[in-house]
């Protein structure tokens, strides 16, 4: 039994057909709107937690300096155990027969220091001018004894100089 309505039964089939595309479409739309939605949240979940981007760098920081600890720890032994093969370097060479020396010279690292600029040597003489003429009038107010016994960590450092 069919009913009389205005629309055929063709027309309502197409109608139904076309509603069902439609809610198809809708239903889509409305995925890749929450996809879109939880790809947003996720961004500004990733830009703005400020307390795990703190926490991170706090932690690389921390990692960083007990890095920088390590190296100073090593660069300070390795300092240590240079200043004291130099000592005694320097020690074998001053009470060798070989030394070339006097017994008034200073060690090397205390000559270097204190050059005498009476007496132009060829270093010297390598010098621009104004630095030759101006470092006479700093040496004669050195005094001729050493002030500190070695440089290598055994005793007083060594004065700055300009």
């Known amino acids: 039994i069919e009913d009389e309505t205005q629309v055929s039964r063709a027309t309502q089939g197409e109608q139904d057909n076309y509603e069902m595309h439609v809610r198809a479409a809708n ?16 961004q500004f979940l990733i830009l703005n937690d400020f307390p795990s981007v703190n ?9 960083l300096r007990s890095l920088q600890e390590e190296c ?8 240590d155990e ?8 320097e020690e074998e060479y001053y009470s060798s027969s070989y030394s070339l020396c006097d017994s008034n010279d200073l060690p090397l690292c205390e ?10 040597s060829p270093e010297s003489l390598s010098m621009p001018l104004a630095a ?3 470092e006479p009038s ?12 070695h440089v290598n960590g055994h005793g007083a450092g060594a004065p700055e100089h300009p």
Not at 29 to 42: F, I, W
Not at 55 to 63: P, T
Not at 82 to 89: G, H
């Open 132 to 134: 030759a003429t101006a």
């Open 111 to 120: 000559a270097y220091w204190r050059q005498d600029f009476a007496t132009l």
């Open 138 to 149: 700093i040496a004669p107010s050195q005094s001729s004894t050493p002030s500190h016994p």
């Open 27 to 42: 239903i889509v739309r409305a995925g890749e709107s929450l996809m879109k939605l939880v790809s947003d949240l996720k």
């Open 82 to 89: 240079i200043s004291i093969d130099l000592y005694e370097l």
């Open 55 to 63: 926490e991170a760098i706090n932690q690389r920081n921390q990692q």
């Open 72 to 79: 100073d720890k090593k660069l300070i032994a390795l300092r």
